[in-house]
């Protein structure tokens, strides 16, 4: 299964053309002037959902009139994020680990969250277990397995990982839009309040270091995070 939905991935990566099936009962599809966006991105979208691990991903759809929408996900709000920080370390780091195993995921399926990574792009659901949303600018497919762009795009992956974590654990906002030196900026100050340990600060500092290839893949990062298990804060 998991070789299956690579392979579809893949195959839409060099020929993004997808049946409207999804959209068939409905009696109009907003056009590119709406809110939302048009078929491509909504296809695009849907097929990502159907064909991934819904364990890792979420999708947001629902109903416009007569018409199925699938909202354009960038400027979501992130108010179930700013009701949950700031917590104890413990929590967050089960938090952020969780979302670690779903980039690590994505990156086995050949897919990448990309820069766009911050709390309006991971989903919390009703028991608080974050999912990484579908949306254009979130998810970006490599169909050019093993190459050098696809590498710079785990390296940048990892990256906004580190921002990631960082502004969970220290309950602040990183703006994903500013360079990747404006962010650098942000993250190697170590505020004094709260506390965070040694292993966890370094981790942060590892993803977000200057050279990509000093950076660690994402199994290393799901696999140094295992090793923490509950710790005092």
Known sequence: MHKAARLVLRIFGRMPVLPRSLFLNVKRIPGEGDITLGITFRCNAAL??????????????GLQEHSLI?????????EKWRQVLPLDFNTVIELVLDVARAIQYLHSMGVTPGNLLDF??????LSLRPRIRIATGYLTLNPFMGSRSERSLYERSIFA??????????????????????????????????????????????????????RPTIDEVVKEMETWGNQPK
């Open 48 to 61: 990502i959902w159907r064909v991934l691990d819904q364990n890792y991903v979420h999708l947001e759809m």
């Open 70 to 78: 699938i909202p354009f996900n960038q400027y979501v709000r992130s």
């Open 120 to 125: 309006r792009a991971v989903y919390l659901d």
């Open 161 to 214: 990982f580190g921002c990631f974590f960082y502004a969970a654990y220290f309950n602040t906002t990183i703006d994903i839009h500013t360079s990747v030196e404006a962010r650098r900026g942000i993250v190697v100050r170590r505020p004094s309040k709260p506390e965070i340990p040694e292993n966890a600060w370094k981790l942060i500092q590892c993803c977000c270091a200057e050279d990509p290839k000093n």
